[in-house]
């Protein structure tokens, strides 16, 4: 088992005897009470950091005007009143309307939602692509001048934040070489340095920990069986040192899917890419109450969410973890 | 019938102005100087004066300004905002405009011709043939309802602020047959025609925003200007289509995209990469980089807006005016306008606008610095080592963090217990308010749009952090009525001296308004963030 995974896999374990209804729910109320501390700590935090109807209507807005705008958007409430209407409207699907834009923010968001997505599913493909490759690579080419590069590549990859990636990239491929538009979406080449600026960061993990991971289970007793029994080298990578070396690259994998929607917004506002990051930084700013408020209770669904998935998949990757508790190690 | 009437009568008043010599009286005269008083009649203007980009011929498909964000929404009657007023003027527009390339002057726009009948009364005549983008016919009908909807509207409605601090002085618009329009004011407006140049005074189609209601209007504009809307995403893109249909010159770019590009870095390099062909706001150090390509220039003009410190006189160790004085006369102007914006900015003669005209009194000093007399200002006042913050909020406006940062300094060599605090932009306008910063703008190009509109009676600043004395409100008042251009030189000039002593607030400068453009590009920026893609201000070399 890999180091990556011992956390995970023991504490499966300690479920032994767990029904796997009984474990669900249990799961699904954490995720409730974890939502609701979320929703509550933003909702607190939003109404302490001042009155969104000087934000958006000036200071200049009249009496009348400002009050107009507080009954519109239910601020004229008590805050308890406030927090449970939103609460209410919260668990009937209703995410309410932005205060800036007057449109739902549903619509806001599923407007916004297939450029994050596109931007997110072309730097995981270059991620994955690339970044496992080069860690099964340099743990087969482990102590060589191959595995020291590829490291020293992942290692300064890891290193360097979004920001400064996505400035290097603009230098070299928009102002030096002008191969490479610096802003926006909707042609395909617009999407290629803000997926690569998302990317690195990611690829470079996954290279480190594919490597670690890989190297790890090459001494596992089951590779020299396998080996010995004279299975081709890469029926032996393949089937059983990468499948089983997988677990932690999966969750790896995971919290960044999950962390995507909200992680995007360095890279998103930089490139000018039309996503949700871009919405959720536009929205902070402007004290638009109910998108923040809606957005942060998204990311956070899709964080638990993914997790819960992740969790689910371990199951399948390694038999040897049973939701039911049959730990078969 | 009526047109008929109405022409003899008109031709009457220009007969009378032309043959007795301006039969209105002198004072007419000289309030609508800079207009054609004299009335044209039923001859259309086939294009507005002030052209100032040659016409080339030369077309293009695309054009694309990059912004640091967009209106939120497209209603005309309240795009106060820069981003509505950079974007909106390319599909709404106004019966006159003020032509900045000569001094601001009133022109012709979709009225060819006006006259004022009485102190209260004054009427246009409105460009015949003027389609709006649905092939509606622009009638006086729809200007009627253009402000009758704001003048009309509830104070708790969104059209509330405007109507009380734009077009307040109007009482009724009447349309007197298809083609003519009166506007009566209660009182003696002297600034009317200015008032009809900007927000909210953009002329909308009665039969098409009735159809779809205001809300959906507000999402699907619909006016008369040289662009067509084409689709808006909030935060993201406007796109706008050319008017093929547009009365006046035809624009030359066939679609125009308002996009967003909020980093000042990522704009510079779009227009460096050719993916953007005007970036605005853009500030004084960075011109060196935008025109180092060779590829794209820099166009500027003195913004008409002040960057001003609003001082709460409610607020801890701000009641004494003498403090505020003192506040005041600590900061060198001249020094932050050279340092920190390299001279692209106007220090201001006592917080006078360049562009007041005739109402500019150059004999005022530039708004001083004397640390010495601001010591003994101090010293003399009942200032007892309260801490002042200095209140910002981060880049909201450009280099108040640097300019702070001055400033502070200045206080503290002053004695004061200064401190920088950063604000959050949901506490303005409360009582947590002390010295902090703000800006003021000319939206008329006259002192009623300087400290009278921001600092007047039923503003925020006398309900919120200044107690005017009645003397301030009285010459005001009186200044906003008279129509003797002398007159209201001297009340102002009162008023200037009053508003020294009092200081609710104190300028600091006027910045340029900066943008970087594609050098293949006819195009000027505008005092008022307008981005006017009007032929007459925009053409292609190539």
Redesign the interface.
Known sequence: MSPGSAFRVSSLHQRAGIPVIQFAIQRILRSLLTLWIVFTTVFAALRLSGDPAFAILGPEAGQDAVASFRERFGLDESILTQYVLYMKNMLTGDMGDSMRYERPVTELFLARLPATLELGAWALLIATIIGIPLGIMAALRHDTILDRGAMLVAFIGQSAPGFFVAIMLILTFSLRLNWLPSSGRGEPNQVVMPAITLAIGLLAALARMTRSSMLEVARADYIRTATAKGLPRRQVVVSHMLRNASLPTVTMLGMWISGMIGGTAITETIFAWPGVGNLIVQAVSGRDYAVVQSLVLIISATVILTNLIVDLAYSWLDPRISMTGKASE | MTSRIFSRSLTRRSAVLAGVGLAASARYASVFAQTPVAWSGATPVATPEGNYAPATGVERDAFVV?MY?LP??LEPAIG?SNVSQATLLNIYETLVRRDFRNGGAIAPHLATAWTQESDTQTVFRLREGVQFHNGNILTADDVVFSFERILNS?????F??VK??YIQTIASVEALDDLTVRFTTHAPDPILLRRLTVVPSFIVNRAYVEEIGD?AF??QPMGTGPYTFASF?????LVLERNDNYWGAISPARQVTF?????V??RI??L?????QIATSMSPDQVTSIESNGRNVTRSIGLANAHIIGFNGKAPGLADKRVRQALSLSIDRALIIEAIFLGRATHLRQFQFPDYGELLDESRPFTEYDMDRAKQLLDESDYNGEKISYQLIPGYYLNNDQTGQVIVESWQSLGINAELEVL???????DEMSAHT?SCTNVWGDPAAGYWR?FGP???AQ??IWDAPAEFNEIGNEASQTLDVAERRGLYSQLQDIWNVELPATDLYAIDNIAGVDAATNWEPNPLHAIDLHAFNFSFNE
């Open positions: 990059g964000g939120d929404n106060e509830a104070d708790d409605s969104k509330a602020t009380n601090t809300d507000a999402q995403d909030p935060g993201v893109e996009t967003v590009i909020a980093e870095a990522s390099t779009a460096a990469n050719g993916e953007i959050d932009a949901g506490k303005i306008g409360t703000w921001q039923g503003s925020y309900s919120a």
